[in-house]
């Protein structure tokens, strides 16, 4: 069974906090692709970042950065110094397979940075 | 421009209607997609289409029918509405998927949803 598990539903922190949002998944495939999506308070989702099962090297992107382990299942997102504006629903997903359409999305996490 | 454009953004109707929600995207993509947010933003995927041809169909009443005129346009009609219908549908598109085809093809793009209530 393929499953994406955001076990925080909802984290709320204060302006310039760190913040991990944890992603833990479920394939028995060797080949699968994860994801984390932004929708903020308007609604439309947004890519964040891609990562395929064989490259399990660490990705910073500003104040983002994500740690992918294969041993724990485990792809989590951290903000760093966090923002007004990052305040949104994030969704972890996950694709299995190299021709697969079908994305599977955890159930989301909320976040809300109070200033 | 925006890149995928859904509409109508609210659609607000009876139970037992049939009602169509258009969705349109300019990117050139080869694939386009309806997804369901429910109203505890669980977000699921409903129907893919690839190039005109339904590619995902999944565990959906047949109530539900998709139609692609063209690689451009993905339109959901939906017959005999049910409350249990009431959600945020989604459309979106993305170019390709796979290890080959580079992280920028395969990112989805999201229309701005469509909030649909049945009363």
């Known amino acids: 069974a393929q499953k994406v598990t955001q076990a925080q539903t909802e984290i709320s922190v204060v302006e310039k906090e760190d913040v991990t949002l944890d992603c833990v998944y479920e394939?028995?495939?060797?080949?699968?692709?994860l994801f984390w999506y932004k929708q903020p308070p308007s609604g439309e989702l947004v890519f964040l970042i891609r990562?395929?099962?064989?490259?399990?090297q660490n990705e910073i992107s500003g104040r983002y950065s994500w740690n992918f382990q294969k041993s724990t299942s485990s792809f989590n997102f951290t903000i760093t110094a966090s923002q007004v504006v990052d305040s949104a629903v994030y969704f972890c997903?996950?694709?299995?397979?190299?021709?697969?359409?079908?994305?599977?999305f955890g159930s989301g996490t909320r976040l809300l940075v109070r200033p | 421009d925006t890149a995928v454009s859904q509409t109508p953004k609210y659609l607000v109707t009876q139970m037992g209607n049939d009602k169509s929600i258009k969705c349109e995207q300019n990117?050139?993509?080869?694939?386009m997609y309806w997804y369901k947010q429910d109203s505890k933003k669980f977000l699921k995927i409903m129907f893919s289409?690839?190039?005109?041809?339904?590619?995902i169909n999944e565990t959906v009443p047949n109530r539900f029918s998709p139609k692609s005129p063209d690689k451009a346009h993905l339109n959901l009609h939906i017959n005999s509405l049910e409350l249990g219908d009431s959600a945020v549908y989604f459309c979106?598109?993305?170019?390709?998927?796979?290890?080959?085809?580079?992280?920028?093809?395969?990112?989805?793009?999201f229309g701005s949803g469509t909030q649909l209530s049945v009363l």
């Open positions: 990117l050139g993509h080869d694939t």
């Open positions: 289409y690839n190039n005109k041809e339904l590619i």
């Open positions: 979106a598109s993305s170019q390709s998927v796979g290890v080959t085809s580079g992280v920028n093809n395969e990112k989805l793009f």
């Open positions: 990562r395929n099962s064989f490259d399990e």
């Open positions: 997903a996950l694709r299995v397979g190299d021709s697969s359409y079908k994305l599977i």
């Open positions: 394939t028995r495939d060797t080949t699968y692709y």
